[in-house]
């Protein structure tokens, strides 16, 4: 009996582990794939606070945000 508990809590332990790095690995990658916030969201984010951003100032925001990456 007291061999059974060990073997289920080790298991549930290695489960947590290994659930926690893949999970993980699948959401590092699929931000990698699909950033959240893209030049566009920017600049329609920027025209609803009532002003019209250049590229320039859409690519220095871009640069900034992919900073603190």
């Given at each position: 009996?007291g061999q059974l508990i060990l073997y289920l809590v080790i ?59």
């Open positions: 009996m298991g549930l332990l290695i489960g947590i582990v290994i659930g926690f790095f893949g999970a993980r690995f699948i959401i590092k990658k699929q931000m990698d794939k699909s950033p959240p916030i893209n030049e566009k969201m920017i600049e329609v984010m920027m025209s609803s606070m009532g002003r019209k951003p250049s590229q320039k100032q859409v690519k220095q925001v871009m640069q900034q945000m992919n900073r603190y990456k």
